[in-house]
């Protein structure tokens, strides 16, 4: 298959990491269509974009819409919103995981998904323990290529406030100047990075299950270069 024949789905795509993702798949040379399923309308206009609206609790019904080789997951919520563990883990866990076992029915070949840094199904924090619990899940689905991206704090402007993360952001900010380039991206890392690290590692022939940390993002993202 030539690459501009490629065809990639996006879920997240209105996120941080998702929105800047998404322009790359737009504008890079490697998919022919880019598919994204979405709650709702998505403020842009592609003649390579394939806007989907979706229930995600219901993903079954679309899966004639996953005939694709790269499947992108930059899904999450936080638990304020989601209001529940419980939701926050179907947000979080279920339906990158539904997602990832209906793409692979239709043959998809490589997914590529947004965990975070310490990511551990054994941990005591709700958070890194169900994105943990998400890792072990796909791993287990021997999908033909996971690639999994572990980033630390995310940086960028998003429209919602984010208290917590907003101090982080300042905190990194205001210390930056004293890490070496080498270890910055452990503490922080721009969305834009990792989306562009995430494109950069869908074009490895990648097999089997492989993780990448802020500081592999950082020096991936580094090389890769969207031509338009
Ligand atoms: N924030 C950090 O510092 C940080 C650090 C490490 C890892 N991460 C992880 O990185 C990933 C991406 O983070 P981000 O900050 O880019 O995410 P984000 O900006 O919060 O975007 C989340 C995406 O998930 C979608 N989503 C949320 N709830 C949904 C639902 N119920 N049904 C369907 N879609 C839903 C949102 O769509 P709508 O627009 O429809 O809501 C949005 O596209 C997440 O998994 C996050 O946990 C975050």
């Excluded at 819409?65 to 529940?84: F, H, N, P, R």
Aim: hydrophobic letters at 45%.
């Amino acid at each position: 298959m030539t690459l501009d024949t490629k065809k990639a789905l996006i879920v997240g795509a209105s996120g941080l990491v998702g929105s800047e993702l998404l322009q790359i798949l737009l504008e890079g040379d490697r998919y022919s269509e880019v598919v994204a399923f979405v709650r709702s309308p998505l403020s842009i206009t592609h003649h390579k974009l394939k806007e989907v609206t979706v229930d995600f609790d219901k993903l079954v019904d679309y899966q004639n819409e996953m005939d694709v080789q790269d499947v992108y997951c930059c899904l999450g919520t936080t638990i304020k919103k989601a209001q529940s563990q419980e939701n926050m883990f179907k947000i979080d866990v279920q339906y990158p995981l539904t997602l990832a076992k209906l793409a692979k029915e239709k043959g998809m070949e490589h997914f590529i998904l947004v965990s975070a840094m310490k990511a551990n199904s054994k941990s005591k924090f709700f958070y890194t323990r169900i994105k943990g619990e998400l890792e072990e899940h796909l791993k287990a689905l021997s999908l033909p290529a996971l690639s999994i991206v572990q980033p630390s704090l995310l940086l960028g402007e998003r429209e919602e406030f984010r208290f917590g993360e907003k101090v982080a952001d300042w905190a990194f900010k205001s210390l930056a100047w004293m890490l070496k380039d080498s270890t910055k991206a452990k503490w922080g890392i721009e969305a834009k990075t990792v989306a562009s690290a995430m494109y950069g590692i869908a074009q490895l022939k990648a097999q089997g299950t492989n993780v990448y940390s802020a500081q592999d993002m950082a020096s991936i993202a580094k090389k890769v270069q969207v031509s338009i």
